[in-house]
T-cell receptor, first 106, second 114 residues
Framework: AQRVTQPEKLLSVFKGAPVELKCNYS??????LFWYVQYSRQRLQLLLR??SRESIKGFTADLNKGETSFHLKKPFAQEEDSAMYYC????????FGQGTRLTINP | DVKVTQSSRYLVKRTGEKVFLECVQD?????MFWYRQDPGLGLRLIYF???????EKGDIPEGYSVSREKKERFSLILESASTNQTSMYLC?????????????FGPGTRLTVT
C-alpha cells in the first residue's frame, strides 16, 4: 500500500544553518512527489514537485528511487521558513505524510 | 488566481447534530477534495469528486457524506456529529483528468463538537 513517512514531527534549526526535512515513501508504481507548506495563519499551498525540478524559496528536493526518499533541503535557513511542511505522494490521489513543523530560531 | 472558499472558519456543534461544511471554487476545476487535518496524523482524505454528481470514498469516509450538485460547490456532511470528528477540515480543488495536478486549498474550517 502507498505510504508517506515524515519521521520528524518537530525540527528546530538556527537561522543560517542548513535544513533537511525527511520524507520516505512506499509505492509500487512510478512516484510523483510533492512538498506542500502551511505558514502560520495561511492556507496550505504547493511548495514544489519533483517533476518540475525547480528551486522554490531556496528549497530543493531530489527523488531518490533507490532509497525511496524525497528529502527537502535548504542550505541556509531563514526565519520566514518556519512553517508546517507536508510531503505528498500521488497514487491516484494525494497521500500525505504526517507533517513536520519547522522552527527557525534567530 | 485560484480561490477556494469555505463557508465558516470556526464552527461549534453539539453531538448528534447534522453539520454541513460548504466549499466553493471559482476556477472551473473538475476535481474537489475534502480532508481532515489532525496533529501527528497529517491530512487524511475523506471524500473526493472528479465531476458533478460524482463522489468517491477516500481513506476515512465513515461518518461523512458529500454532495456535488454544481461543479463549483462541494459539500461535506456530518450526518450525526461526534466528538471524534472535532478537527480542522480542508477543502481543495484541482484540474481534471485524474492527474497529479496541484491542489489548491481553502482556508479550513475548525470544527468543534461538544
Amino acid at each position: 500500500a502507498q505510504r508517506v513517512t515524515q519521521p520528524e514531527k518537530l525540527l528546530s534549526v538556527f537561522k543560517g544553518a542548513p535544513v533537511e526535512l525527511k520524507c520516505n515513501y512506499s509505492y509500487s508504481g512510478s512516484p510523483e512527489l510533492f512538498w506542500y507548506v502551511q505558514y502560520s495563519r495561511q492556507r496550505l499551498q504547493l511548495l514544489l514537485r519533483h517533476i518540475s525540478r525547480e528551486s522554490i524559496k531556496g528549497f530543493t528536493a531530489d527523488l531518490n528511487k533507490g532509497e525511496t526518499s524525497f528529502h527537502l533541503k535548504k542550505p541556509f535557513a531563514q526565519e520566514e521558513d518556519s512553517a508546517m511542511y507536508y510531503c505528498a505522494l500521488w497514487a491516484q490521489k494525494l497521500v500525505f505524510g504526517q507533517g513536520t513543523r519547522l522552527t527557525i530560531n534567530p | 488566481d485560484v480561490k477556494v472558499t469555505q463557508s465558516s472558519r470556526y464552527l461549534v456543534k453539539r453531538t448528534g447534530e447534522k453539520v454541513f461544511l460548504e466549499c466553493v471554487q471559482d476556477m472551473d476545476h473538475e476535481n474537489m477534495f475534502w480532508y481532515r487535518q489532525d496533529p501527528g496524523l497529517g491530512l487524511r482524505l475523506i471524500y473526493f469528486s472528479y465531476d458533478v454528481k460524482m463522489k468517491e470514498k477516500g481513506d476515512i469516509p465513515e461518518g461523512y457524506s458529500v454532495s456535488r450538485e454544481k461543479k463549483e460547490r462541494f459539500s461535506l456532511i456530518l450526518e450525526s456529529a461526534s466528538t471524534n470528528q472535532t478537527s480542522m477540515y480542508l477543502c481543495a480543488s484541482s484540474l481534471g483528468d485524474r492527474g497529479p495536478y496541484e491542489q489548491y486549498f481553502g482556508p479550513g474550517t475548525r470544527l468543534t463538537v461538544t
